[in-house]
């Protein structure tokens, strides 16, 4: 009788923790798309995930509840911390550094040959700022490069490709597109290497995070989700070729070929637990301390990061 109790109460106890919850997830255009790309066939029914092209639009979806989850920058998860008063938990870290200057000539050659230079970049309010002003600053040279922003990757992928701009700040796999239809340009600084050189943190460029209250509501689905992010994100960069096939497929870049070069660069991963947590807090409190208000205004406090 007493096995018999048991039993049943491991049953129960089985049934409880099975949550089919269908999670809406949100992630870009990018390294967070390629990284959950294995998630989107049909294998995994209980995930209905959109690719956006800009942060933008992941950020009002989020904002609105029309997503549970999303793929953001580290800075936006922390704005949005302080924006919806502590209702948004970190899950993991997905991507590391994934930015690249590209010159078409030889001009540079280390980081402080940008000084008395005009470059264009993308992700303006983004980390992507923030990391190019932060390691400027570190250079010694933040006065002495003028910065123009485009809104998009792709339009800074077009003046470079044309000569309309000889050097330009982009993430991967747009470094990739862009090198692919100009064979001149060439990958003159990988800006991890550099922040590598002047600071200790670890550089973190995106996280996946959730409504702390749909975390509290389906914690057995959450942590299916993490099983499963980090499956597909272990897949990606292992296997090359499948993995390049499904991202064009899901319409994140237009060619096998430029998907297989990028995936290397693209440093993707998924970081949980305490290591997330030390790389998070480390990368914004460096974002803090050259802008407060890159990260909201305050760091977030220990309910940010998530914990079984």
Known sequence: MLVLLMLIGLMAVGCMK???????????????????????????PNYDITIESAPDNVTAKFINNEIDVAAVPVNLASVLYSKLDKDVVVLGVTTLGVLYVLENGNTIQS????????????????????????????????????????????AL?????????????????????TMAQNPDLRIALDLT?????????????????ARKGFVNEHPAAIKQLLKDYKASSEFVVNNIDDAA???VEAGILPSE???KKAIPNCNIVFITGADMKSAVNNMLTVLFDANAKSVGGALPEDDFYYGE
């Open 18 to 44: 099975k949550d089919d919850t269908a999670i809406r997830i949100a992630a870009l255009k990018g390294p967070t798309g390629m990284g959950i790309v294995k998630l989107m066939g049909e294998d995994y």
């Open 111 to 154: 980081f402080t040959d940008l000084a008395g230079m005009s470059i264009g970049a993308t992700g303006e309010a983004s980390t992507p700022e923030y990391i190019l002003n932060y390691l400027l600053e570190k250079n010694g040279i933040k006065d002495e490069v003028e910065v123009t922003y485009q809104a998009e990757h792709a």
């Open 157 to 177: 992928g077009t003046l470079l490709a044309s000569g309309e701009e000889t050097v330009g700040m982009l993430p991967e796999p747009n470094v990739t597109a």
């Open 193 to 209: 290497a550099e922040w590598n050189k002047v600071c200790d943190t670890q550089l973190v460029q995106g996280v996946l995070i």
């Open 245 to 247: 096939a499904l991202i």
């Open 257 to 259: 070929a430029i998907a």
